[in-house]
């Protein structure tokens, strides 16, 4: 289980950057193709809020979307999900699990892994809500 923080919304807006704080405190979502990463290296992708390793570079890919898709979260407790009915559309919204910040949405349209395999889950998922860091820095990857 995941031990949950706790702040407020102003304590919040001092710790994120102002679009930040849009995307992943007031469930917004940052434009298509403005990711300012492109990794292309081992390492984990944390949440930008609280540092909790989110995805492996490892289960990225390539959806065409816009935004970075990943295929599992690292640990199925590190994300929670919620029902998000704006926009006039029924999605499924994934939260990081120790802070509640809005991360993206999880949708049932990934390519199969592995050729002739089952589709996947694409996690859709805002770039400003990520930190890379590279395995080097961090040793094997997935510890918290």
């Not at 979307?65 to 499924?92: K, L, Q």
Request: charged share 30%; proline share 9%; with cysteine.
């Amino acid at each position: 289980m995941i031990e949950k923080i706790r702040k407020t919304e102003e304590e919040w807006k001092e710790i994120l950057t102002p679009e930040q704080f849009r995307v992943m405190r007031q469930h917004g979502t940052e434009a298509p193709f403005v990711c300012s990463w492109r990794k292309d290296e081992d390492g984990t992708y944390q949440c930008a809020a609280c540092g909790l390793p989110l995805f492996r570079h490892e289960d990225k890919f390539d959806s065409g979307t816009g935004w970075p898709s990943y295929f599992e979260p690292i640990a199925p407790d590190h994300v929670e999900y919620f029902e998000d009915t704006s926009g006039g559309m029924t999605r499924e919204e994934v939260r990081c699990a120790r802070c509640g910040s809005h991360l993206g949405h999880v949708f049932e349209d990934a390519p199969p892994r592995e050729p002739g395999g089952p589709p996947q889950k694409r996690y859709c998922i805002n770039s400003i809500a990520l930190k890379f860091v590279p395995e080097t820095d961090e040793g094997p990857g997935d510890g918290e």
